[in-house]
Structures are given as C-alpha cells and as structure tokens.
C-alpha cells in the first residue's frame, strides 16, 4: 500500500463526504456503547462494595439512567458539531430557536415534569426500592412493592404479580401510604357485625377465641363494640401483625373462622333486607277478596 492509498482511504472518512460522516457516526456509536457500559459496570461495583447499605439503590438506579442519558447527549452534540452539513443546519435553526423551544416545551411538558418530578423522588425519598406501597390508580386502591423508577415512570409490583406503571409526575403529587416506612408491624381492623338479639358477651368472646387460635397475630389489641347500626351491633377486631401482606390474609382467616363459629353457636350475622307494610288495601281488592274466598269454597 502507498501513499497515495492511504490519501484515497483519509479522503473518504473526511467528515464532509457521506462515507465520512456514517464512518464518523458508527465510531461515535461505538464509543457511546463503551463509555455507557463502563458507567454502569463502575457503579455496579460501587454497589457490591456497599456491604452496609449506605447508598440508595433507588437514587443510585436513577442517577445510572440519568448518566447514560447524558453520555447519548454528548455523543449526539459531538457528532453534530463535527459534521459540517450538520453544523451548518444548526446555524440556521438558531433563528428560529426562539418559536421551536416553545413547541418543544408544549409537546414535552409530560415527559419533562415527569423527569424532573424523578429527581424528587430521589432528593425527597418518600420511598425506597423494594418498599410497599398503597396509591390510587384508575383500577383503585393498588397495593405493590416498588419494583423500579426510571426517567419518566415508577413501576409497582403487586401481590398476583401485575405491574402498575405511575408516572413519576402523578406519584409525586398524590397521596400514598408507604406500608414499609419505619416500623412493618401493622395493626389489622377487622368489622363484625351481629344482630341485635345476639348476646354481646358471648359474640366477643368466640370472637377472641378465634383470633387467639390464628398463628399469624402477634398481638390481640382489643374488640370493642364501635357502632350501634340500624340493623346489627359492630365489633372492631383489632390484632397486630408482622407485616401489611399477612395483615391482609389474618383479615380473610378470621372472618372466616368467626362466621364458622357464629353459625355454630346460633348467633345471627344481619344481613341487608326490607319488610313491606301494607296499611290499607285498595278497595278493588277488598271487594273481590271474598268473592275468591266463596269460590275457593
């Protein structure tokens, strides 16, 4: 090979020739990849050697996604200003910069809050990965362990393994109950109704039977009668457990198990039904009744 191949070869990755700039371009690539990688694989290790979980896994996870992000800008900023043809389209976009960045605001004022309502999340910290959390979504009161937050979006993962994607924005402005903050032991309420002609001592104490007889509560709070209802007598079963996940199950056992000894011992649970009073018949009705009595005779 002679010099004047190699200035054939040099002339074709000068960056004002096509062939140049897709060189040029796939060599930036290349080195977005690398540099992308090797952010991550720095910050994996920071991790591992956090043996007493000082760091955030959240904050770190987010600030990972932000730094690949920011190496993608630079590479995209790099490439455009070393291409001429591109350098020169950015000259004359700059006088019209004015109208574009309010277009570009307009339609990416979601995407924007969402990234800036991340950062909250991280500096503010109303929850970690890994805790569980309780929010309202259009499906309802969802329960979940926080799975991931990224750039826009948090993801939740629930109990029957469903992934209830929130916007960073919308759970930063709503209220949520984080079911993992400081102490997990959670207190379960449980209502239980009996007729009025029930006895109350006696349905308190099956109650309490019952709940002493479940393993998953650690503690019996009390059984106070709350609420002197139209139709029934309200107990408030209160017991603590280890977490809100076997809360949740102990709330299910015990109406089932006290439903199972009501029904054994007698005492009536009420249940919703309408008497109908009928104070005066109409006299159409009057008038044939007899006559269907005679008949029937």
């Not at 209830?164 to 449980?190: F, G, K, P, Y």
């Not at 609420?227 to 996940?245: I, P, Q």
Request: hydrophobic share 50%; net charge negative.
């Amino acid at each position: 090979m002679n010099w004047t191949n190699v200035e054939n070869w040099t002339a074709h990755l000068h960056p004002d020739r096509w062939s140049g700039a897709l060189i040029i371009l796939a060599l930036f690539i290349f080195l977005g990849l690398v540099l992308s990688r090797l952010i991550k694989h720095m910050i994996r290790m920071v991790v591992e050697r956090d043996h007493d979980n000082r760091l955030d896994r959240m904050a770190v996870a987010f600030l990972s996604k932000v730094a690949s992000a920011f190496v993608w800008i630079m590479i995209l900023m790099f490439y455009a200003h070393m291409i001429p043809a591109l350098d020169r389209l950015a000259t004359a976009l700059l006088a019209s910069v004015s109208v574009a960045s309010v277009v570009f605001g307009l339609a990416a004022q979601s995407t924007l809050s969402n990234f800036v309502a991340g950062f909250s999340l991280i500096f503010y910290r109303p929850f970690l990965l890994g805790d569980k959390l309780q929010i309202n979504a259009p499906t309802g009161v969802e329960t979940g362990i926080v799975e991931d937050v990224s750039l826009g979006y948090t993801i939740l993962k629930t109990y029957d393994n469903r992934r209830v994607i929130i916007s960073n924005s919308a759970i930063s402005s709503t209220t949520m109950v984080n079911l993992s903050a400081r102490e997990l032991r959670t207190m379960a309420i449980i209502p239980i109704s009996i007729g009025y002609d029930a006895d109350i001592d006696k349905a308190r104490s099956l109650i309490l039977e019952v709940a002493s007889g479940i393993s998953q509560i650690e503690e019996i709070a009390g059984c106070p009668v709350t609420t002197l209802n139209s139709s029934s007598v309200d107990f408030s079963l209160r017991v603590w457990c280890a977490d809100s996940g076997i809360a949740a199950g102990v709330r299910n056992d015990v109406l089932e198990a006290v439903k199972k000894r009501f029904d054994a011992a007698g005492i009536e649970i009420p249940y919703s039904y309408q008497n109908i009073v009928i104070k005066e018949l109409p006299e159409q009705a009057m008038a044939t009744a007899p006559r269907d009595q005679h008949d029937h005779s």
